[in-house]
């Protein structure tokens, strides 16, 4: 992004006055969020994980209104609840030794509920989107480099060669322009609704878990009950948004 902003808009480089030390701070937030899902990964499996990041939009529909200060939507709690029943559905097998796993995965979904309200309120004041993500990477690589040492196999490991594709793919596409994006787009959305869309990232990861590493025996009949409440949230908030 530095170097993006660098051949294209060399004003970005610059945060407005008495501003980096919020967005730096936004980046610490959300690279303690990403420590925590990777380290659920490691602790349990994929599935656990974004079942956990699933919750996110229930945490919001609290976290949101507490920090705007803003009574609680009961249509909010209400998506919010049925996305909780579909993980519930999905991880249905789950196994006790992941419980671990999913605690963790827990924590970083609360962290990620606070990251788009406060990256809401910047955007509000004018701040550019890809100037946002520029020092908030920054913020959450300082994290994640602080946490490395505490979290097996406690060590770094250069990437190997046929590492760089898939790491560049991450970096790129779906950390670079993805988030990008995502806080561009709370101009128009809340944190709440940005939020809520991320519940299919179960469904996509549980599926191409299936397809990548021929998992489909594991998919039962609750997976695709579970998806189909997942879904229904997500079409069911803007309309009792409209109809509010």
Same mark, same amino acid.
């Not at 992004?1 to 660098?6: D, E, P, R, T, V």
């Given at each position: 992004? #530095?170097?993006? =902003?660098?051949a294209t808009n060399r004003s970005l480089l610059r945060l407005p006055r008495g501003r980096m030390p919020a967005v730096l701070g936004l980046g610490l937030l959300q690279g303690a969020h990403w420590v925590c899902f990777f380290w659920s990964v490691s602790l349990a499996n994929v599935s656990v994980a974004l079942a956990a990041f699933a919750t996110i939009s229930l945490f919001t529909a609290i976290t949101e209104p507490l920090i705007e200060r803003r009574s609680i939507r009961a249509g909010e709690l209400l998506c919010g609840g049925i996305v /909780?029943?579909?993980i519930l559905l999905i991880t249905g097998n789950l196994e006790r030794e992941h419980g671990l796993g999913l605690a963790v995965g827990l924590v970083g979904a609360f962290l990620h509920s606070i990251f788009p309200v406060l990256n809401r309120q910047l955007v509000a004041k004018g701040t550019s989107s890809r100037s946002l993500l520029l020092y908030e990477m920054a913020g959450a690589c300082l994290i994640a480099a /602080?946490?490395?040492p505490f979290i097996p196999p406690n060590r770094f490991e250069f990437p190997a060669s046929d590492d760089w594709i898939p790491l560049l793919t991450l970096a790129l596409l779906c950390t670079t322009v993805a988030h990008t994006w995502n806080i561009h787009l709370l101009r128009r959305l809340t944190a709440y609704t940005a939020n809520l869309t991320m519940n299919f990232e179960p469904v996509w990861g549980?599926?191409?878990?299936? /397809?990548l590493?021929?998992?489909?025996?594991?998919?039962?009949? #609750?997976?695709? =009950?579970?998806? #189909?409440? /997942?879904?229904?949230?997500?079409f069911l908030d803007p309309l009792l948004k409209r109809r509010a």
């Open positions: 992004m #530095a170097l993006w =902003l660098a /909780i029943s579909g /602080i946490a490395l549980i599926l191409l878990g299936a /397809i590493f021929l998992e489909h025996e594991q998919l039962h009949l #609750a997976f695709y =009950l579970g998806t #189909a409440l /997942i879904i229904l949230a997500n």
